[in-house]
Nanobody
């Protein structure tokens, strides 16, 4: 019913930039928030940035000042602009959204398949 599809990952040198995109599609009634998580090998998945429908934004401390999350509500799309990338930013980046579908009164959490970001030193 709902799909989240990420794009924009890749290989970049330290200090470089990448912009990730995530499009939510399907029978979406409303979106509470959209967020980016990442998971490095052997590590737990961690929240990187989140933006609510009202525009409130939260960042993890380790990316503040380097990453920017923004969204296009009309397109159900969220972006993650990543600048000054470091080797420790290497991970699979996942899009997440808390939303309500047109066929349910409940709010569910949905995930994309992930996109690999690799930062070389």
């Amino acid at each position: 019913q709902v799909q989240l599809v990420e794009s924009g990952g890749g290989l970049v040198q330290a200090g470089g930039s990448l912009t990730l995109s995530c499009v939510a599609s399907g029978r979406i009634s409303s979106i509470n928030f959209m967020a980016w998580y990442r998971q490095a090998p052997g590590e737990q998945r961690e929240l990187i940035a989140r933006i609510t429908s009202g525009g409130s934004i939260n960042y993890a401390e380790q990316v503040k000042g380097r990453f920017t999350i923004f969204r296009d509500n009309a397109k159900n799309t969220v972006y993650l602009q990543m600048n000054s990338l470091k080797p420790e930013d290497t991970a699979v980046y996942y899009c997440n959204s808390q939303l309500r579908t047109t066929t349910s009164t409940y709010v569910g959490s949905y995930w994309g398949q992930g996109t690999q970001v690799t930062v070389s030193s």
